[in-house]
């Protein structure tokens, strides 16, 4: 079977492949006992740039754990999502030995760098001069044992009772970035320290590992699983995965794992119409919008066996919807991971064909909605899997987007508001009235929690805390976005995506490649917009500042010229008004409508009268206020601005309308629905990434 698979994912690969820049080959062995993996790795690492490179640069982000000295310890206080550290338990990563594969011992030459903030005791990344520089167009083969202490689970990796997650496990190279890429001005490596709010960057390559475990356990990883062999006395079995195209392994072990394995069916889960669709939408031929079939693996606690369909029907939403609007998945496999109970902190996580959702009793999304999480996480396969954007610098290009791309999946797959939160199993409604709500005004509802504490562009580390962190790299990107397709119109925004999706797949894209991407298939500059939603603070407000509508009364006073004057007294006006029947009654109708922030953007007026006559004005923003002024046989009904809420970045909505009829339930529906989803999104943000 394992040979089928195989060969479907050398077939699935030939619709894009990544130049392998550098590529592992591991064999390691977990000690359950201990918490510990003994491991040893050749690493390939071919230089593509033009420059003579005279070290190498790696992440060692165990050692992120070694001590409260860290910089990742100093950033988070030994805190990440709702998880803290155990008392004692630490991990760490020690490199043993380097070598040159027929030359010379590097050991020695290993010296720990921070370049990031000069913390001496941070043990998260290491250079090493090389004797003899690597030429352009050449490649080095470079020998690695190591040894890696897992901590207790809480960020991402490590163990909880006899459940491990191995994530960032082992030695692993930074990124050569030449003159050119991203924004790099000179060749240079790019190799940041771990922080409590970074993730992950590095180059695509082929992985080809061997895992040893005792037989007992049941194994999931990133990849084809090629072979297993179990030893002479029984004890130990070695698990081999293999895959290409990737820039990250995880795995994970577990001797209660319940394995299911199903096979996602493009031709039945993708019907013809659907297809169709697609081709009309996104101007693609019917051959590129075909999906190819994957392995669906799923690990799940014996406990959650009842959320198997749930975990299987979420996961082939995900690939379907991803799949048709995006790009098709390239891999053969996905291995989707439920965390025990206690294990928590490894949930909610992304790695290359490999992902972990969760479940919790009490309160959490994962419990309310795996769902939500199951998409989520398996949407990094497109926006941190095969669009490699730095997570390190732009964390927003991957989560933000990864949060726009969610919320369209989760709406279109489930219906808005159907996944409702929980609280011990029962639905939330129970206890307090909550409104049904699309992704939209949940990610906006976060949003405007912390509208002007940082640009959107920003090193993940350089935000003002971690919730300016969580807002700006995921909802408030998400809000972006989707203002950014209501200004473009829906089928465009589509093909913007999709162009952007295909042209950087397997590349290191940054935002100035997106925001090419955007004017080109878009077809005009949208730098304006940009240059104040990713690079600017300022916030978006317009508002319905005066209406008056008043009868146009008998002008009093001397009209006519010369001879010809005639008088009209203000009793003669008056006279001549009451005589004036109802439905011969002039109105004259002024509106203003100002700008109140600083962000500007073209926004329209929708103007609505009793008669029924509908008016739409059109005003760049430009300056502070515009006044429109018009006389109708007819009393003015209403004023919105902004009607079909193209703009979601603006703050308030509840100044963008002014109406004749009573409103007087408005001010509290929005404030108790924003205060409840605020406390829930803030939860999101600090459960997912």
Same mark, same amino acid.
């Given at each position: 079977m394992w040979k089928l698979l195989f060969a479907l994912s050398l077939a699935v690969s030939l619709y894009g492949q990544a130049e392998p820049i550098a590529s592992y080959q591991i064999s390691a062995r977990l000690d359950p006992e201990k918490k510990t993996v003994e491991g040893s790795e050749t690493i390939v #690492?071919?230089?593509?740039?033009?420059?003579?490179?005279q070290e190498l640069r790696f992440h060692l982000y165990m050692n992120a754990f070694k001590n409260q000295k860290s910089t990742w310890m100093r950033e988070s206080g030994g805190q990440m999502r709702s998880d803290n550290r155990k008392k004692d338990s630490w991990g760490f990563i020690d490199v043993r030995k380097m070598e040159m594969v027929g030359g010379e011992d590097l050991t020695k030459r290993i010296q720990f760098i921070s370049p990031d903030d000069g913390?001496?005791?941070d043990r998260t990344v290491i250079r090493v001069p090389l004797a003899a520089a690597v030429a352009p167009g050449q490649q080095v083969k470079i020998n690695v044992s190591f040894l890696t202490q897992l901590p207790h689970v809480f960020a991402r990796t490590g163990f909880h009772g006899n459940f491990f997650l191995g994530g960032q496990w082992f030695p692993k190279l930074g990124v050569f970035e030449k003159a050119g890429m991203r924004y790099a001005t000179t060749g240079q490596w790019n190799c940041h320290q771990f922080h409590a709010t970074t993730e992950f960057y590095a180059d695509f390559g082929t992985y080809d590992v061997k895992l040893t475990v005792p037989s007992e356990y049941v194994v999931g990883a990133t990849g084809v699983m090629t072979g297993q062999q179990v030893e002479a006395s029984g004890k130990h079995t070695t698990y081999s995965f293999y895959q290409e195209n990737v820039h990250d392994f995880a795995w994970t072990a577990q001797p209660a794992f319940k394995k299911y394995e199903r096979m996602f069916q493009a031709s039945a889960e993708v019907s013809d119409k659907e297809l169709d669709e697609i081709v009309r939408r996104l101007g693609v031929t019917r051959e590129e919008a075909k999906l190819s079939d994957v392995k669906m693996i799923l690990l799940l606690q014996p406990e959650h066996e009842s959320q198997k369909e749930r975990h299987f029907k979420a996961l082939a939403n995900a690939i379907k919807y991803f799949g048709l609007w995006y790009g098709r998945y /390239?891999?053969?496999?996905?291995?989707?991971?439920?965390? /025990?109970?206690?294990?928590?902190?490894?949930?909610g996580m992304e790695y290359p064909t490999f992902i972990t959702g969760g479940t919790n009793w009490l309160v959490s999304p994962a419990e309310t909605n795996p769902e939500e999480v199951i998409v989520h996480e398996f949407g990094h396969q497109f926006w941190q899997g095969l669009v490699a954007s730095n997570e390190f610098e732009e964390a927003w290009m991957d989560e933000g987007f990864n949060t726009y791309s969610t919320g369209k999946v989760i709406?279109?797959? *489930?219906?808005?508001?159907?996944?409702?939160?929980?609280?011990?199993g029962m639905p939330w409604s129970w206890f307090i009235k909550t409104p049904t709500l699309d992704s939209d005004t949940v990610n906006r509802a976060a949003y405007l929690f912390a509208a002007k504490s940082d640009t959107l562009w920003r090193y993940a580390w350089q935000y003002q805390n971690s919730t300016s962190y969580g807002v700006n790299s995921y909802m408030r990107t998400g809000v972006m976005l989707r203002t950014l397709e209501n200004l473009l119109g829906q089928d465009t925004m589509g093909r913007v995506m999709r162009t952007y999706q295909q042209r950087w797949r397997f590349r290191h894209p940054s935002a100035p490649d997106?925001?090419?991407?955007?004017?080109?298939?878009?077809?005009?500059?949208?730098? #304006?917009?940009?240059?104040?939603?990713?690079?600017?603070?300022?916030?978006?407000?317009?508002?319905?500042?005066?209406?008056?509508?008043? /009868?146009?009364k008998t002008a009093e006073g001397i009209f006519g010229d010369g001879g010809k004057k005639s008088t009209i007294t203000k009793k003669e006006a008056e006279t001549a008004d009451e005589k004036i029947k109802?439905?011969?009654?002039?109105?004259?109708?002024?509106?203003?409508?100002?700008?109140?922030?600083?962000?500007?953007? /073209?926004?329209?007026?929708?103007?609505?009268?009793?008669?029924?006559?509908?008016?739409?004005?059109?005003?760049?923003?430009?300056?502070?206020?515009?006044? *429109?002024?018009?006389?109708?046989?007819?009393?003015?009904?209403?004023?919105?601005?902004d009607p079909e809420r193209k703009l979601l970045l603006d703050i308030n909505f509840?100044?963008?309308?002014?109406?004749?009829?009573?409103?007087?339930d408005t001010a509290a529906k929005w404030t108790s629905s924003l205060l409840f989803w605020v406390q829930n999104i803030l939860l999101l943000a600090s459960s997912v990434n």
């Open positions: #690492w071919k230089n593509d740039s033009p420059d003579a490179v913390n001496p005791d /390239p891999h053969a496999t996905i291995t989707l991971v439920d965390p /025990p109970h206690g294990g928590g902190g490894a949930g709406d279109h797959a *489930y219906g808005p508001g159907a996944l409702p939160l929980r609280f011990g997106f925001i090419k991407v955007v004017n080109e298939v878009g077809g005009k500059d949208m730098t #304006w917009f940009f240059d104040q939603a990713l690079y600017g603070s300022n916030v978006l407000d317009y508002r319905v500042a005066e209406v008056s509508c008043e /009868p146009e109802k439905e011969q009654r002039v109105y004259r109708t002024k509106i203003t409508i100002r700008r109140e922030g600083e962000f500007i953007a /073209p926004v329209d007026t929708k103007i609505v009268f009793e008669n029924g006559e509908v008016l739409r004005e059109k005003w760049d923003g430009q300056y502070r206020w515009v006044k *429109y002024e018009y006389l109708r046989k007819s009393k003015l009904k209403s004023v919105e601005v509840t100044n963008n309308s002014h109406t004749d009829l009573p409103r007087v």
